[in-house]
T-cell receptor
Framework: EPEVTQTPSHQVTQMGQEVILRCVPISNHLYFYWYRQILGQKVEFLVSFYNNEISEKSEIFDDQFSVERPDGSNFTLKIRSTKLEDSAMYFC??????????????FGSGTRLTVV | GDSVTQMEGPVTLSEEAFLTINCTYTATGYPSLFWYVQYPGEGLQLLLKATKADDKGSNKGFEATYRKETTSFHLEKGSVQVSDSAVYFCALLNQGAQKLVFGQGTRLTINP
């Protein structure tokens, strides 16, 4: 069964450093998403991406965050200058049909980001 | 705004016990409702869904009924197995929205 692959599974970074979280969505999917879960809290939507542009973003997704699909296969989330409160599990997801497939997302296994 | 509230975890049960994980929601309009499961070391997987009132979603012995009158979508299973140990997330997707709104997750541990 096709999978969404996220790398690395765990990343530790110093506060103020830039990090790039990588995701390889399912090859024929067109809609891409990032969510995050701070330990013990809810899974929160960050951003959705379609047709090479952001289609929706949350208030969490400020100027420190950016997304890119650099080569047609990878989908990356960049945090420009990490803060302690960015420590969380970050989930990538993809969907063939977007919201019309109501819940038809495939999620990756997540990247645990620890900012020290 | 839209929100989902799940029962606090962790939940620990013995094998073959009956499981209920409560989920209530607040939303404008008529959302679709979902249960996702995360097994250790894996991603979020869709377990079941219901798209309108009184619909029952079911999968792998789990069931949940969309109750509009009580704004609830409780997850149930008649006889749990050790392999059901995971974190369970209730979520909603409102009409016209791009994003899933999740509850905080409930960690379930089944002992043999």
């Amino acid at each position: 069964e096709p999978e969404v692959t996220q790398t690395p599974s765990h990343q530790v970074t110093q506060m103020g450093q830039e990090v790039i979280l990588r995701c390889v969505p399912i090859s024929n999917h067109l809609y891409f998403y990032w969510y995050r879960q701070i330990l013990g809290q809810k899974v929160e939507f960050l951003v959705s991406f379609y047709n090479n542009e952001i289609s929706e973003k949350s208030e969490i997704f400020d100027d420190q965050f950016s997304v890119e699909r650099p080569d047609g296969s990878n989908f990356t989330l960049k945090i420009r200058s990490t803060k302690l409160e960015d420590s969380a599990m970050y989930f990538c997801a993809s969907s063939k049909e977007g919201v019309t497939a109501a819940g038809g997302y495939t999620f990756g296994s997540g990247t645990r980001l620890t900012v020290v | 705004g839209d929100s989902v509230t799940q029962m606090e975890g962790p939940v620990t049960l013995s094998e073959e016990a009956f499981l209920t994980i409560n989920c209530t929601y607040t939303a404008t309009g008529y959302p679709s409702l979902f249960w996702y499961v995360q097994y250790p070391g894996e991603g979020l997987q869709l377990l079941l869904k219901a798209t309108k009132a009184d619909d029952k979603g079911s999968n792998k012995g789990f069931e949940a009924t969309y109750r509009k009158e009580t704004t609830s979508f409780h997850l149930e299973k008649g006889s749990v197995q050790v392999s059901d140990s995971a974190v369970y997330f209730c979520a909603l997707l409102n009409q016209g929205a791009q994003k899933l709104v999740f509850g905080q997750g409930t960690r379930l541990t089944i002992n043999p």
